[in-house]
């Protein structure tokens, strides 16, 4: 090896003038680490959904239609009475604040909206407008009914008890945010179906570093108008218990989840491993420059992502503590064969045992990379945006690892003299060495333990599921929990969802039922109900049948359509309304009425009629794809709907979309994973045989840590899917490097069990404190607020004791059992 260009290279540059080529490394890792702060969290709606999905250009396509606004809801429960003078002067108030907030169009109360029954007023009145809750005109005890009852209100600015009611924070729609996506999202569409020029190349990339900076700036600016509204509740929190709720409130409190776990979870996981070394090694030098190799990795790491402008995500979340143990799993295995080294090679000088540890250990540690890059890069496939990003980052973090390792770790060595070896690391023989006797002694007790553990996985496998409660990602004590469990309970749901429904085409022009001598009038509004697609009795009264059967479902909160108004103009009028009516009420409606009422459920334009529908998220019995395939087989089925006229669009299909891939998704990375780390065995060891067995715990870990999940009921989501593709990726180093020392020290006398325990007292010791590190170091995510990342570091924590022990006890066992390096010396 040392004839090999690159080896004299490397000897030249890292053994021979370390303390030039550190220095060097430090300057490099410098000018990456100075982009770090541009490294970006982005925890927007969009990395919640599925990669190319076509119902995510339709829900934006509505919202702009409808220049839909985001908003924020603040509950309001004041401790005397709602409707009281006093409490009402403290929403007024309150409401005043908010609109001082920069980045608020409007805040909408009980105070603003028209009353619409309090009193009633007859049609020729309507002209004069609705009297607001504080006008003298109003009534103010049919009001708290109004609120309590009425179609229109309940459940959606008052709970139904009277104690409770919402105040929505409209945000102003910024403009410019989606001019610069549909300019991107054209660009990337005409890439998909046909062959950019070099000019269109050009205006692609300009488009997506012209969105990807304003949709950084936007970000900062949500999260800075969510402070502010913050700052104005803390002010009123005195006389009533109030929440905030909203997805910009989510997404700016998920940023913070993960920017608080990198810190946290970051620096606790150093200090674990500061411990972890001391125990292991009880020696200075192997706590420093094991750390020294993690630094770099991670400052060189997080400024690459700032030069590359990548975006850390939810998912992404842990990806500093991935990158900090895998680092350090590679730094071990070095430092354990430094020391076996240092104790064969009694005369040998520091340079010698230092390259005789870069020159060994290059081949195992550059394939346990491989693998654990290929486990990664298998993520590509999974067609999840945030999932894929992830895992084109860790492709690129698992490289400058290995790098790190053979470049920090050697020359650091080198500016050390050559200590006189001292043993160190007894608790670890120890157990590695009983391992050693149970799968000598107890072969096959691990043979039928494995089996019923298969077995067991097998069936945990099959129960497993993808629905779950977006609120069961929050502990318990986080006003995104507390809040969405009082508008859930109180105010009509969270989790918005739409329906659109489009006219049949032989109704383009409706004749007015009731008047069957009605001839066209040329002085009629081109506006009025005998033109309308469907505000005529027999549209509304469908509209009021659909809404009225979505409202009874479980699931649903409020649910708002052109039907709403309907009903609360029936009851205005005293009963029944027939179409001329209805034209003479849609004609005398004042602008501000149509615009909150009608405009957001109503596009006469497209001919359609919009349900606006709020599900709960608290609800124990929410199967989204289920609820979806209900209301498509009930509109089409019982309603009699073509099913190209019904739509059904809003965040929970998009993020039901994206849970729905998942089975498929997680099929896709472990068969791609699986395959590609067979044959990269078969290369490495040459034989098929020694492959399947390395592979074996691997697999059984997998499986077992997806058949636990469905044992207990944790869900695939976003960040579960990728725990068994990370099993087997950083798993499958420990069976590499077993595998290949097992063919090394088969050599010397061929004698497997003989071999197999000196391979535990060796090679098993690096693979035990590897091990325990990644454990214990996952762990510490149990106590992020954010469960996901909790759900991420338990079970990669029982996925890895599984790889560890299928390593040091099922590997062995199978070794014995199968012989795959050839027969032993003296048999036949």
């Known amino acids: 090896m040392a004839s090999n260009p690159f080896a004299r290279a490397y000897r030249a540059l890292v053994l021979e003038h370390p303390r030039a080529f550190l220095l060097l490394l430090t300057l490099l890792v410098a000018v990456m680490a100075w982009k770090i702060p541009v490294v970006r969290l982005d925890a927007s709606a969009d990395t919640l959904v599925l990669e190319g999905d076509k119902a995510l250009e339709y829900y934006r396509e509505v919202n702009a239609r409808y220049d839909a606004e985001d908003f924020l809801l603040v509950t309001y429960s004041p401790h005397e009475a709602l409707f009281s003078d006093a409490v009402l002067a403290r929403i007024a108030l309150l409401r005043d604040d908010l609109k001082q907030v920069r980045g608020v169009s409007s805040v909408v109360t009980i105070l603003d909206v028209p009353l619409l029954l309090s009193p009633k007023v007859s049609i020729s009145e309507f002209s004069k407008g609705f009297p607001l809750l504080l006008d003298e005109r109003a009534d103010r005890a049919l009001a708290e009914k109004e609120f309590a009852e009425s179609p229109i209100y309940r459940s959606l600015l008052s709970s139904p008890d009277g104690r409770t009611t919402a105040l929505q924070v409209n945000l102003i729609r910024d403009t410019r945010y989606f001019e610069l996506l549909k300019v991107r999202e054209g660009l990337r569409e005409q890439q998909r179906t046909n062959e950019l020029t070099s000019t269109q190349t050009a205006e692609l990339a300009a488009a997506e570093k012209a969105f990807s900076d304003y949709a950084a700036w936007a970000q900062d600016e949500q999260a800075r108008l969510v402070r502010d509204v913050r700052g104005v509740l803390a002010n009123h929190r005195q006389q009533a218990d109030i929440f905030l709720g909203g997805v910009p409130m989510i997404a700016a409190d998920m940023v913070q989840f993960v920017r608080n776990d990198l810190l946290v979870f970051g620096s606790g996981i150093m200090a674990f491993i500061v411990l972890l070394l001391v125990f292991f090694f009880r020696r200075l030098r192997w706590v420093v420059l094991p750390l020294l190799t993690c630094g770099y990795a991670v400052l060189f790491m997080m400024g690459f992502l700032g030069w590359a402008d990548w975006h850390l995500t939810v998912i992404s979340a842990n990806f500093v503590a991935l990158l900090l143990i895998i680092t350090l799993s590679v730094a071990i295995h070095l430092v354990v064969r430094y020391r076996e080294l240092e104790a064969e090679w009694p005369q040998a000088s520091q340079e010698e045992l230092v390259w005789g540890m870069a020159s060994l250990m290059f081949k195992p540690c550059l394939y346990t990379s491989l693998t654990t890059l290929v486990a990664f890069a298998s993520f590509v496939v999974s067609g999840i945006r945030p999932v894929i990003d992830f895992g084109w ?62 077995v067991a996985s097998a069936y945990g496998i099959s129960l497993l599921k993808v629905e779950n409660r977006f609120i069961d990602y929050f502990s318990e004590d986080t006003e995104i929990y507390q809040g969405m469990e009082v508008i859930d309970r109180d105010l009509g749901g969270t989790i918005p969802l739409e329906i659109i429904i489009d006219a049949a085409p032989a109704e383009e022009v409706l004749v007015l039922e009731d008047d069957p001598f009605a001839e066209p009038d040329p002085f009629a509004d081109p506006a009025s109900s005998a033109r309308s697609a469907w505000f005529h009795r027999n549209g509304l009264d469908q509209l009021e049948a659909i809404e009225d059967w979505l409202d009874g479902l479980p699931e649903t909160g409020k649910v708002l359509s052109p039907a709403t108004l309907y009903k609360t103009i029936r009851e205005l009028m005293g009963g029944a309304v027939d179409d001329i009516q209805l ?170 069990l003989a071999t197999m325990y000196r391979c535990h007292g060796s090679i098993g010791k690096a693979m035990y404190y590897t091990s325990v590190t990644i454990i214990l170091g996952f762990s510490i995510l149990v106590l992020s607020n954010f469960r996901p990342s909790v759900y991420f570091g338990l079970l990669t924590a029982f996925a890895m004791l599984a790889a560890l022990l299928g390593a040091q006890l099922l590997l062995p066992r199978l070794i014995l059992l199968l012989k795959p390096f050839g027969r032993e010396a003296g048999r036949a």
Do not use: C
């Open 393 to 454: 980052m860790m492709t690129v973090g698992v490289t400058v690892s290995l790098v790190m390792a053979f470049l920090v770790l050697p020359a650091g060595l080198m500016l050390l003299p050559r200590e006189a070896h001292r043993p160190t690391g007894r608790a670890g023989a120890v157990l590695t060495l009983w391992f050693a006797r149970m799968a000598d002694r107890h072969g096959h007790i691990i043979l039928w333990v494995s089996l019923a553990a298969l």
């Open 583 to 752: 034209a003479l009420v849609q004609q005398s409606l004042p602008d501000n009425v149509k615009a909150a009422l009608l405009d957001p459920y109503l596009n006469e334009e497209k001919r359609e009629a919009r349900f606006v529908m709020r599900v709960m998220e608290t609800s124990r019995t929410l199967n989204r794809q289920e609820l979806l395939q209900l209301v498509h087989d009930k509109l089409t089925g019982d309603f009699g709907l073509p099913a190209e006229r019904v739509h059904v669009t809003g965040m929970l299909v998009l993020y039901n979309n994206m849970l729905q891939s998942l089975f498929r998704s997680q099929i896709l990375t472990l068969g791609f994973v699986f395959v590609a780390i067979l044959l990269m065995f078969m290369v490495l060891f040459r034989s098929l045989s020694q492959g399947l067995i390395a592979l074996a715990p691997n697999v059984l870990a997998a499986l077992m840590v997806l058949g636990g999940m469905g044992l207990v009921g944790i869900p695939l989501d976003m960040m579960t899917i990728t725990i068994a593709a990370i099993t087997i990726g950083i798993g499958v180093d420990d069976t590499i490097h077993y595998v290949h020392r097992f063919g090394r020290e088969f050599a010397k006398d061929r004698n497997y």
